[in-house]
């Protein structure tokens, strides 16, 4: 998804939100070069992170 994004989009940058409890989730954001840009609070307390990664990180990774 992220090359096909980069690829086919004129975004120059991806985000992924997911629950702190998700590490599968976390794991492949890592795994696909994102890195962690924030967290915050939801109403219910549960922790989200977000993940990100820029078309030049991705160029310079590929």
């Not at 109403?43 to 990100?52: G, K, Q």
């Amino acid at each position: 998804m992220r090359d096909w994004a980069f690829q086919n989009t004129p975004f120059n940058l991806l985000c992924s939100y997911m629950k702190d409890s998700n590490v599968g989730s976390y794991s492949t954001a890592v795994a696909n070069g994102m890195e962690q840009i924030d967290a915050f609070e939801e109403e219910d307390h549960a922790l989200t992170r977000v993940y990100a990664i820029t078309r030049a990180q991705w160029e310079q990774s590929r």
